[in-house]
């Protein structure tokens, strides 16, 4: 379960360190953007000794590597990869090739290291014009692939476009990384929400996210992580009907009906799956019933 | 053995970090610590210090550590980044 996940700047100690008690579902390590050219190594070195060492028991560890144009990426892969960080985040993701790229390196580390292949999974990272065409390839590109995820800033910039609170400008791109992530059975998890004082806009936009179909939302400040945790956690209404989804399921079988209806409306397979997904969460969550 | 060849640095002043000068040096480690928290943890400090050094192969250097409140895993990184500059290999 990743419904919120929380860039961490890979070389600001004081931000790694408290990453675990900070209510994310994961935290990415972040060693492209928010770490300067000159201070690669260090952000390495730290972000390798703050998963060996720090307790991330209950959040998932995601590490941003630089991007396969840059000179870092293969050095980053070498340094993190005995970790076994859950996941391994690519920037500027724009072909099927670039994930093939990684994941054969990724597939050579784990080798060297005594691993089983795709132990560690890749979510590829959607932030050019090209990547946002590509998306189905990119997502089908690689076993090793586990979620697409929505990169707004670098996308807008490649647009030619402003980026606005309002994001109709990126309606499109989360739509088609929506699709193209559920066609190949992977998840999807959109952008940050920018304005870290914006309490109501953050709200607004990760409802936004949940509804176009979102599994979660990334965010680069501690603030926002318990609006998106409670956004994209199932409602008590929620939990209360997929469990009269499956009463009702189970009733219908018992009396042999071929069809089965609840509250006036007839329960499908996609009603059942759908309820099945939330109780499934539910229970993740601890707010499941004992007897599902 | 590793060699320290030239004078080099890793981390920050900032709160949580330390600040890790090292320089070649021909009597051993010559260790200066300084940190806020050094009466409770300086002998800890010191001992995590010497033992990257020495996990680092560095048996001479002048090593200056400048502690702001890190814990040890932000002080093994520092001074492993520090060794690998002073060595001149990243």
């Known amino acids: 379960?990743?419904?919120?996940?929380?860039?961490?700047?890979?070389?600001?100690?004081?931000?790694?360190?408290?990453?675990?008690?900070?209510?994310?579902?994961?935290?990415?390590?972040?060693?492209?953007?928010?770490?300067?050219?000159?201070?690669?190594?260090?952000?390495?070195?730290?972000?390798?000794?703050?998963?060996?060492?720090?307790?991330?028991?209950?959040?998932?560890?995601?590490?941003?590597?630089?991007?396969?144009?840059?000179?870092?990426?293969?050095?980053?892969?070498?340094?993190?990869?005995?970790?076994?960080?859950?996941?391994?985040?690519?920037?500027?993701?724009?072909?099927?090739?670039?994930?093939?790229?990684?994941?054969?390196?990724?597939?050579?580390?784990?080798?060297?290291?005594?691993?089983?292949?795709?132990?560690?999974?890749?979510?590829?990272?959607?932030?050019?014009a090209l990547g946002v065409e590509n998306a189905f390839a990119i997502a089908s590109a690689s076993p090793r692939v586990t979620a697409l995820f929505l990169g707004a800033e670098d996308l807008t910039a490649d647009l030619q476009c402003k980026r606005t609170k309002e994001s109709r400008e990126i309606e499109y791109a989360r739509t088609r990384l929506v699709v193209a992530a559920r066609a190949a059975g992977v998840d999807v998890y959109d952008t940050p929400f920018t304005d870290v004082n914006d309490d109501e806009g953050i709200e607004v936009d990760a409802l936004h996210a949940k509804a176009l179909g979102f599994t979660g939302k990334a965010s680069i400040s501690p603030r926002h992580v318990e609006v998106i945790n409670r956004v994209f956690s199932p409602s008590q209404a929620d939990i209360d009907y997929a469990y009269e989804v499956m009463e009702a399921i189970r009733i219908g079988k018992e009396q042999g009906k071929g069809a089965v209806a609840l509250r006036g409306k007839m329960i499908d397979a996609p009603i059942v799956a759908r309820a099945q997904r939330t109780i499934a969460m539910a229970q993740e969550l601890g707010l499941g019933r004992e007897e599902a | 053995m590793t060699e320290i060849v030239r004078s080099a640095s890793a981390g920050t002043m900032e709160s949580s970090d330390v600040y890790v000068e090292i320089e070649p040096?021909?009597?051993?480690?010559?260790?200066?610590?300084?940190?806020?928290?050094?009466?409770?943890?300086?002998?800890?400090?010191?001992?995590?210090?010497?033992?990257?050094?020495?996990?680092?192969?560095?048996?001479?250097?002048?090593?200056?550590?400048?502690?702001?409140?890190?814990?040890?895993?932000?002080?093994?990184?520092r001074v492993e980044t520090a060794v690998k500059r002073g060595r001149g290999n990243t």
Request: proline share 5%.
């Open chain 1, 1 to 128: 379960m990743r419904r919120s996940l929380l860039f961490l700047p890979g070389n600001t100690p004081n931000m790694l360190i408290n990453g675990s008690c900070l209510g994310s579902d994961a935290v990415i390590f972040d060693l492209e953007d928010a770490v300067s050219p000159a201070e690669k190594d260090a952000a390495r070195i730290l972000v390798r000794n703050t998963m060996t060492y720090m307790d991330f028991r209950g959040c998932e560890t995601i590490v941003r590597i630089n991007g396969i144009d840059t000179p870092y990426w293969q050095e980053d892969l070498d340094e993190v990869l005995p970790c076994r960080p859950n996941l391994i985040l690519l920037p500027k993701t724009g072909t099927a090739a670039d994930v093939q790229t990684a994941d054969a390196y990724m597939t050579q580390v784990e080798q060297r290291l005594g691993l089983a292949p795709n132990t560690v999974g890749l979510v590829a990272l959607i932030e050019t």
């Open chain 2, 25 to 77: 040096g021909q009597a051993g480690i010559e260790l200066r610590l300084e940190s806020v928290v050094k009466g409770q943890f300086g002998p800890a400090i010191e001992e995590v210090v010497r033992e990257v050094l020495d996990q680092c192969g560095v048996e001479n250097a002048k090593v200056s550590v400048r502690d702001r409140g890190a814990l040890d895993c932000v002080i093994r990184s």
